[in-house]
């Protein structure tokens, strides 16, 4: 049976009428899962009851100790609100009227003045978004600021499974390819940047091969990385990374191509 305009304009006001009541209910904190997890208080518009949501849940409550540890930081004790939304309307539809700016984003986090924010809608992939998103809640949770570049590097490396963390991550085939085209870091470049949209995809993933060069380096290249992290922690006048590392390694560039043409 054809359906008649008049019965199409019915359906579609029920629609509208469905959408417009999600978006209130998420609005009043009427969420399918509200719990907290570690430092995150979690509300979600879907449930995450099935197997791949309940991993999802067990990493997040690992992802601040993981920060903690690897970084030899002390991580911070105030909560991180985690805002999950089934569909990208209605993620758009909450912050338009509370940061209109990240509305064309997949995902945001927002460092407010009482607590930081997440917000992250339901796509493909979109669990890899929470734990980069997440990552950076922790990371400024825990330290005053992060330089931009440091602070993508590191969300790039906690936002796979941790079991994918050394080895997993697609950009490290990507870096490979580039140091055969002969690509050379420039670190200095890197800190010069001062807004994501001056990022392009290159300076994301060089910015992760420094940190993962950082992380499972030389045991001295992690220490230089370790002491400046404590040092902007605790207030220290910290100065530029590089300036530290070229001045105890002043090789690092050419040591980091070598750390990522030979790992596997």
């Known amino acids: 049976m054809v359906p008649t305009p008049q019965r199409l304009a019915h359906w579609m006001a029920i629609l509208v009428f469905a959408t417009s009541l999600a978006t209130w209910q998420s609005a009043l904190g009427q969420w399918a899962e509200n719990r907290k997890i570690g430092p995150f208080q979690l509300r979600s518009e879907f449930a995450l009851s099935d197997e791949q949501g309940q991993e999802l849940l067990r990493e997040m409550s690992r992802l601040q100790d993981d920060v903690e540890q690897m970084l030899g930081l002390k991580t911070g004790l105030d909560p991180i609100e985690v805002n999950l939304f089934r569909t990208k309307s209605s993620y758009q539809n909450y912050l338009k009227v509370r940061v209109?700016?990240?509305?064309?984003?997949?995902?945001?986090?927002?460092?407010?003045?009482?607590?930081?924010?997440?917000?992250?809608?339901?796509?493909?992939?979109?669990e890899q978004d929470l734990r980069h998103e997440c990552t950076h809640a922790v990371l400024h949770n825990t330290m005053p600021y992060v330089p931009l570049w440091l602070d993508e590097g590191l969300a790039e490396y906690f936002e796979v499974p941790a079991s994918h963390r050394p080895s997993g991550n697609d950009h490290l085939n990507s870096m490979k390819k580039k140091i055969l085209f002969g690509w050379k870091p420039d670190l200095r470049r890197l800190e010069q940047l001062g807004s994501l949209r001056e990022m392009d995809g290159d300076d994301y993933r060089e910015s992760w091969a420094w940190v993962h060069f950082m992380m499972h380096g030389p045991p001295e290249v992690r220490q230089v990385l370790a002491d400046y992290l404590y040092d902007i922690q605790h207030g220290n006048l910290a100065g530029k990374l590089s300036d530290r590392l070229f001045a105890k390694h002043p090789d690092a560039p050419r040591r980091l191509v070598s750390h990522i043409r030979q790992w596997r």
Do not use: C, I, N, Q
């Not at 927002?110 to 930081?116: E, L, N, P, Y």
């Open 100 to 126: 209109p700016e990240g509305v064309s984003r997949p995902a945001l986090f927002v460092r407010g003045t009482d607590m930081g924010r997440v917000y992250v809608y339901r796509h493909w992939g979109f």
